[in-house]
């Protein structure tokens, strides 16, 4: 397994792969043959970057039989979902600040992204896995009184698309076999989510290549794989919000009311 990270090092943006406490420092393109450098960098040493700039994002809805369960809603026969603005793209560690223009409750939502590695367009199972660069950890927040707030027009990419409301990361795992792990969600190190990937009503390689299907999909595209039980609002002044996945690490960030 490959761990990849983007990160800020003398005011340049760089990309490697973890070795213990150290980046190897890559040249050429994360998703195109990446090339390994004599460069080390102290992990502790740089600012991580989200560790790659999406062209857009796609956010599923319903996609867990425990949650669709609880909410008694029906398994949906394809995958629900929304796009949510590239620019609300946050990287570990950062701060994120209530919208000013937004007064209401903000929910957090652990997720496992995917990250596409190569063009997908109209894919068979096959092609979709082998598309599948890596795994990375999500976080998708989301202005939850913004959705229905307009009886005629349910606002999701509004509610999800707020400056902040994607941090992802801090790394992508490559050669991860997810199917046997576990989100979890802790809100000031208190536990509130901890559910298993393998309740997706549509895993990784079948949600890939139906998505291909309706449109390309390019490298370093997100996919973010929906939630299950456990979501909740944040209440706190400051709330820190770290969401786990093993062989990825942990996503950590500060929402700030």
Not at 100 to 105: D, K, L, T
Not at 128 to 138: E, H, L, M, Q, S
Not at 166 to 179: E, K, Q, R, T
Request: charged content about 20%; aromatic content about 8%; hydrophobic content about 40%.
């Amino acid at each position: 397994m490959t761990r990849w990270v983007r990160f800020e090092d003398g005011g340049e943006e760089r990309f490697g792969s973890l070795s213990g406490a150290e980046i190897v420092v890559h040249a050429g393109s994360m998703f195109d043959a990446p090339q390994p450098t004599d460069v080390r960098r102290r992990l502790d040493a740089v600012r991580l970057l989200p560790p790659c700039q999406p062209s857009k994002i796609i956010a599923l809805w319903n996609n867990f039989r425990q949650l669709a369960a609880k909410l008694s809603v029906p398994e949906p026969e394809e995958p629900l979902y929304l796009l949510k603005a590239v620019s609300c793209v946050a990287a570990s560690g950062s701060v994120i600040s209530r919208p000013p223009s937004y007064s209401e409750r903000v929910a957090y939502e652990g997720e496992l992204g995917i990250v596409i590695g190569r063009a997908c367009s109209n894919a068979s199972e096959e092609e979709a896995a082998a598309a599948i660069f890596g795994y990375t950890c999500v976080n998708d927040l989301t202005a939850s009184d913004i959705i229905q707030r307009d009886k005629t027009f349910a606002q999701w990419a509004r509610a999800k698309s707020f400056d902040g409301f994607g941090p992802f990361g801090p790394v992508i795992a490559a050669d991860l076999d997810v199917s046997a792990l576990s989100v979890r969600t802790e809100v000031n190190g208190v536990e509130r989510q901890n559910y298993p990937l393998d309740d997706m009503i549509f895993p990784p390689a079948r949600l890939v290549s139906a998505l291909s299907r309706d449109m390309t999909l390019l490298p370093g595209d997100l996919i973010c794989c929906g939630t299950s039980l456990g979501v909740g609002t944040l209440k706190d002044e400051a709330s820190t919000v770290s969401v786990t996945i093993e062989g990825i690490g942990t996503l950590s960030n500060t929402f700030v009311q």
